[in-house]
């Protein structure tokens, strides 16, 4: 039994399908991202595992219960950051932890916010207030927030789409860090392939909309840990790279074609090829 | 800055004096020439030792320092120190507004979170809206029958409607992001009223709270210029009534200095709410 099963998931407005059909299953520890096109209904689906959509069929499991509604259980990180302008960088932090666990005092509730800003590399920034930070940091409050209630799964909608490159490196690297070090189970929404590569255990690749379906589940076979310098270096990068970005440009055209099967695909014959 | 701040203040000073040279021209003795007919004019009842005419700057000047020395004087009812008077129309508007805010912060909270009462009691707060509250006045009076509280209704009637409308808007339009925070953090629904919506819908909120105690102080003057006894209205009206244009004038400048103090005060709460984002 796997940690997380989604199966039959669909959601449509009337008689038109924004997806269908959509199936997949998530282990523990594991990372999974998801890539496609604008309006395949990738944050649809994250909304619905998060609990704040509905979908209009379909089943979601976790841990053996069915998700419906939100829960402390699965922490999200938002597209725009969503951090309460009128809290400090340690309030926004503390008003998740409280919710989480309302019978701490303040003390201990500020004690695990510092962790977690440190963790972040925030340390200096807790009093300040979200409109002082840059951008990078914003997203770096929320990703604390989120980690700080310790959920069972990670929700992240797209988290370092409005960051400029040199940022969203640095904050991938430490994201890396703060998943391996906590076996964090995450699903993440991204645009960018190459980010994919770097955090993702698999890859799920999905059609373009209407009527989008899981088209391919590619694992991730470079060797962790993966370093952002070094990763194009490894043979199988550019293999993976393309294959996905092939995928994106060619192949996810909307309406279902007959090569999308939704079988999961393994690189690991084409590497030995490859070698040979 | 420090420069231009300090010329708008020299030119602020000319205006005033300008403005002060103006009036004391504009209010000279005529020549009289006709100053031997004094029968005539003891008959025409000016000779009484009453100012005459539009009153002086000088004679203004005097007025204000005898008043403002000892304003809380009480030489029965119709002569009253312009203290008094001005404690009474503000305490009338203090009551009001509270009343009103206490009934509109939570009505408007209601109608800003759930939109099938929005629907529902809009058409009565766009018909209730546009009434001059003063007209609410013979119906306060035959109700309530006692004009002071009819006074204090009258500021309450006025001051609800952009404070409700306000409040609505303000809780309608919290952010969805700061919302699904709230939901997925599962946070009960009291603690996501005062720590989510109120404080993202207090800019909002304090907006309709300013607006209202501005009505609120235009329509106290009104009001009680209507129901009469006491407060800053009946002042002017009473002085009307007596000729005694200074103490007209004099009330005028009190009644501009109040409200101001009245917008500076509710505006620097709203500064103290206010959020950059």
């Known amino acids: ?276 | 800055m420090k420069p231009r701040t300090l010329l708008a203040g020299v030119l602020s000073i000319g205006f005033f004096f300008l403005l002060l040279g103006i009036w004391h021209l504009s209010t000279l003795p005529k020549a009289k020439g006709a100053a031997a007919d004094t029968e005539y004019s003891k008959l025409m009842g000016k000779s009484s030792g009453k100012p005459e005419g539009f009153p002086t700057p000088a004679q203004m000047g005097e007025a204000v320092k005898r008043q403002l020395s000892d304003p809380f004087y009480d030489r029965g009812p119709n002569d009253k120190g312009i203290g008094i008077q001005l404690a009474h129309s503000l305490g009338r508007v203090a009551a009001g507004y509270f009343l009103a805010l206490i009934v509109a912060v939570p009505l408007g909270f209601a109608i800003g979170m759930s939109p099938l009462l929005y629907q529902a009691l809009n058409p009565f707060i766009q018909v209730l809206k546009p009434i001059s509250p003063l007209a609410w006045m013979p119906i306060a009076l035959y109700t309530i029958k006692d004009s002071s509280i009819s006074g204090v209704f009258v500021i309450f009637i006025c001051s609800i409607w952009p404070m409700l409308i306000n409040t609505a808007f303000g809780v309608g339009a919290v952010r969805r992001e700061w919302l699904d925070v709230a939901k997925t953090l599962e946070v009960k629904p009291l603690r996501k009223a005062f720590l989510v919506i109120l404080p993202a819908a207090a800019p909002t909120i304090l907006t309709g709270m300013r607006i209202s105690i501005g009505i609120a102080w235009l329509v106290i003057v009104a009001a009680e210029m209507l129901v009469g006894g006491t407060g800053i209205g009946y002042f002017v009206w009473n002085e009307w009534n007596n000729l005694n244009l200074t103490h007209v004038i004099f009330a005028i400048l009190v009644i501009g200095v109040v409200g101001m103090l009245l917008d500076f005060l509710i505006g620097r709460l709203q500064q103290a709410v206010t959020y950059a984002d």
Request: proline residues 4%; charged residues 25%.
């Open chain 1, 1 to 276: 039994m796997s940690f997380l099963q989604v199966s039959g998931l669909a959601k449509r407005y009337g008689r038109s399908a924004v997806f269908e059909e959509v199936g997949f299953t998530i282990e523990k520890g594991e990372f999974v991202c998801i890539v496609g096109h604008s309006g395949c209904g990738k944050t649809t689906i994250l909304n619905i595992l998060a609990g704040l959509d509905s979908a209009s069929d379909g089943t979601v499991v976790m841990d053996n219960r069915e998700v419906a509604g939100p829960s402390l259980d699965r922490g999200v990180v938002f597209q725009g950051h969503a951090l309460m302008p009128w809290l400090s960088v340690m309030s926004n932090i503390a008003f998740a932890v409280k919710s989480r666990w309302p019978e701490w005092n303040r003390i201990q509730v500020q004690v695990h916010c510092q962790k977690f800003i440190d963790l972040v590399g925030l340390t200096g920034a807790e009093h300040k207030k979200p409109s002082q930070l840059s951008g990078g940091m914003k997203q770096r409050v929320g990703i604390a927030r989120a980690f700080a209630i310790k959920p069972k799964m990670l929700l992240l909608d797209e988290p370092f789409g409005a960051l400029d490159a040199l940022t969203r490196g640095v904050i991938q690297d430490e994201l890396l860090k703060i998943c391996a070090a906590t076996k964090q189970t995450v699903f993440m929404i991204t645009h960018d392939v190459d980010e994919a590569i770097l955090l993702a255990d698999r890859i799920m690749l999905m059609s373009a909309g209407p009527d989008a379906r899981i088209a391919e589940i590619v694992d991730n076979t470079l060797d962790k840990p993966r370093d952002r310098h070094t990763m194009h270096h490894d043979k199988q990068f550019y293999r993976l790279r393309n294959h996905l970005v092939d995928f994106l440009v060619n192949r996810a055209r909307p309406l279902i074609s007959p090569d999308i099967t939704g079988k999961i695909v393994n690189l690991e014959p084409l590497r030995r090829q490859h070698e040979a």
